[in-house]
């Protein structure tokens, strides 16, 4: 009788041991920054994935809760050519819901660049995650070569990037989190501030931070993306070529550290074509 007793007990406590590892496979989370790297993202990498669907980086990041945040944020991005309120709130929402919904059983790796475009979006996350306690958080990063992109690395580099992923701390979540605050509250002296206190570990986001102090605007309200975007303008000007395609190819490999997309420089372009080359036939 002693015997199957503990033989009853040793099958229970593998069959607990194998529900509690089953549920760490769900648990772990992958949150990427956009869909190009969903549609490659390695099929040997397991776990529930989640779309960074956005570019707060840009555009109106007002909200005293998270409903009026992503209304407002749809309110903008239907702003973008062919982009509607609608398929923000279906797609891009949904999605920072699911973020929302993590807890402390959650292993968390987010998918991030270097460049300020997607740190401001893993600023934001990172957040999120600290308002819920999510304490198991990597922050996989690109390999040297690629710091403001994954789309150059290959499977096997994307995997190697996983397992090299760097572990965050609550204070580097936090710090992260200030990151966000100083970023939607547009504080240039809180980014100095931050800036000076990075820790050694983080020093990869010095640029971004940089980056963002650099948009502060000038006296013909100008930041610095502003500034050279113009320059580049007036040089194309003179060619008789304001066309936007090759502004913004030119713009865009000068500008990597901010990794704006068309459709960011694209505003911009508008905005400089109407205040400064307003005769440009």
């Given at each position: 009788m002693?015997?199957?007793?503990?033989l009853?007990?040793?099958?229970?406590?593998?069959?607990?041991?194998?529900?509690?590892?089953?549920?760490?496979?769900?648990?772990?989370?992958?949150?990427?920054?956009g869909?190009?790297?969903?549609?490659r993202?390695p099929?040997?990498?397991?776990?529930?994935?989640?779309?960074?669907?956005?570019?707060?980086?840009?555009?109106?990041?007002?909200?005293?809760?998270?409903?009026?945040?992503?209304?407002n944020?749809?309110?903008?991005?239907?702003?973008?050519?062919?982009?509607?309120?609608?398929?923000?709130?279906?797609?891009?929402?949904?999605?920072?819901?699911?973020?929302?919904?993590?807890?402390?059983?959650?292993?968390?790796?987010?998918?991030?660049?270097?460049d300020?475009?997607?740190?401001?979006?893993?600023?934001?996350?990172?957040?999120?995650?600290?308002?819920?306690?999510?304490?198991?958080?990597?922050?996989?990063?690109?390999?040297e070569?690629?710091?403001?992109?994954?789309?150059d690395?290959s499977?096997?580099?994307?995997?190697?990037?996983?397992?090299?992923?760097?572990?965050?701390?609550?204070?580097?979540?936090?710090?992260?989190?200030?990151?966000?605050?100083?970023?939607?509250?547009?504080?240039?002296?809180?980014?100095?501030?931050?800036?000076?206190?990075?820790?050694?570990?983080?020093?990869?986001?010095?640029?971004?931070?940089?980056?963002?102090?650099?948009?502060?605007?000038?006296?013909?309200?100008?930041?610095?993306?502003?500034?050279?975007?113009?320059?580049?303008?007036?040089?194309h000007?003179?060619?008789?070529?304001?066309?936007?395609?090759?502004?913004?190819?030119?713009?865009?490999?000068?500008?990597?550290?901010?990794?704006?997309?068309?459709?960011?420089?694209?505003?911009?372009?508008?905005?400089?074509?109407?205040?400064?080359?307003s005769?440009?036939e």
């Amino acid at each position: 009788m002693i015997e199957i007793r503990m033989l009853y007990i040793f099958e229970n406590d593998k069959r607990a041991i194998a529900e509690v590892a089953s549920k760490l496979v769900i648990m772990k989370t992958h949150i990427l920054n956009g869909d190009a790297l969903l549609q490659r993202f390695p099929e040997a990498i397991k776990g529930e994935k989640i779309i960074a669907r956005e570019c707060l980086v840009d555009g109106d990041l007002f909200g005293d809760t998270f409903e009026q945040f992503m209304l407002n944020r749809a309110t903008f991005i239907a702003s973008y050519p062919q982009c509607t309120e609608a398929q923000y709130l279906a797609e891009a929402k949904p999605e920072f819901e699911k973020i929302r919904a993590l807890t402390h059983e959650n292993l968390v790796e987010l998918w991030f660049e270097e460049d300020l475009f997607c740190q401001v979006n893993l600023w934001y996350i990172c957040s999120l995650l600290v308002d819920n306690k999510v304490c198991k958080v990597r922050w996989v990063k690109p390999n040297e070569g690629n710091e403001y992109s994954f789309a150059d690395m290959s499977d096997a580099e994307l995997i190697l990037a996983k397992d090299n992923a760097l572990s965050l701390s609550q204070h580097d979540l936090a710090f992260f989190a200030k990151c966000w605050q100083a970023f939607y509250l547009n504080d240039y002296a809180q980014f100095t501030l931050l800036l000076n206190q990075l820790p050694s570990h983080l020093c990869m986001i010095k640029n971004a931070i940089n980056a963002q102090l650099s948009r502060q605007p000038d006296e013909n309200g100008l930041g610095y993306p502003e500034r050279k975007l113009l320059a580049i303008m007036k040089h194309h000007a003179l060619n008789n070529n304001l066309a936007f395609a090759p502004v913004f190819k030119e713009y865009y490999a000068k500008m990597a550290v901010y990794s704006y997309g068309d459709l960011q420089v694209y505003r911009m372009y508008q905005q400089l074509m109407q205040q400064y080359f307003s005769t440009y036939e």
